[in-house]
């Protein structure tokens, strides 16, 4: 196991590998990833770098690297430290109450560190509290028996959902009131060439609610795909 991965695994049995040059260890990975993350959720990646991060200890960028290596290494120990599965809700009946647990609980996630939506899926971490999202989904879809064949497709579909719809609702946060004059003027503006498009019913009656209701509208059509209709 490599250093990165021991970085990544620290917390489930893998040493934390230690600087081999240089003063005595002096700072900490957790410490580290805490203020980086911090980083990100005001200001997006951009505002992350190895510079920034060890100015917040005094640091140079040279010295963060024997904690974290390599810029993408540390972000991608901000991505695996940020996902860290936050307890579901208690176990459902139906299949269609659990996703939704699932994917809501993850849509949290993905709405406390927006960020992690703009890390693409070539990215993914191989740590373990992204691994811990993927086996409480499996888990949900072997306890209600779903056939093999449909998984790979099922975990592919909520995933993209759950990014999708998250991805909205952080953008409707950063809009003003003259971006939602603007939006509005120019959906008065559709021809009517378009009458289906017209015509289509909002999901809820408040838009900021939309991407969320969205993602368990999208669920539930999932389960009855899938043979599990809600009760």
């Given at each position: 196991m490599d250093d990165?991965?021991?970085?990544l695994w620290r917390h489930r049995g893998a040493t934390l590998p230690t600087p081999r040059r240089g003063p005595k260890q002096q700072l900490d990975l957790d410490e580290i990833l805490a203020v980086a993350i911090s980083l990100a959720d005001a200001s997006g990646l951009e505002a992350v770098s190895t510079r920034a991060v060890a100015?917040?200890?005094g640091k140079t960028a040279m010295a963060?690297?024997?904690y974290v290596g390599t810029k993408e290494n540390l972000l991608a120990l901000m991505q695996d430290e940020a996902s860290r599965l936050t307890p579901l809700p208690a176990s459902h009946d139906h299949l269609a109450g659990a996703?939704?647990?699932w994917a809501t609980a993850l849509y949290e996630v993905y709405l406390a560190h927006p960020w992690l939506t703009e890390r693409s899926w070539a990215q993914a971490t191989q740590g373990p509290n992204e691994q811990d999202w993927m086996e409480a989904l499996l888990a949900i879809l072997k306890q209600f028996e779903v056939p093999p064949g449909s998984r790979?497709?099922?975990v592919t579909m909520l995933y993209a959902t759950v990014r999708a719809t998250a991805q909205t609702?952080?953008?409707?946060?950063?809009?003003t009131d003259a971006d939602l004059e603007a939006w509005?003027?120019?959906a008065a503006a559709v021809p009517n060439s378009y009458p289906l498009s017209a015509d289509l019913p909002p999901i809820t009656p408040d838009w900021r609610d939309a991407p969320r209701a969205g993602l368990v509208a999208a669920v539930d059509?999932?389960?009855v795909g899938l043979g599990h209709a809600r009760p």
């Open positions: 990165h991965l021991k970085r100015a917040h200890f963060l690297y024997p996703l939704t647990g790979t497709p099922a609702a952080a953008a409707y946060t950063r809009l509005q003027s120019g059509l999932l389960a």
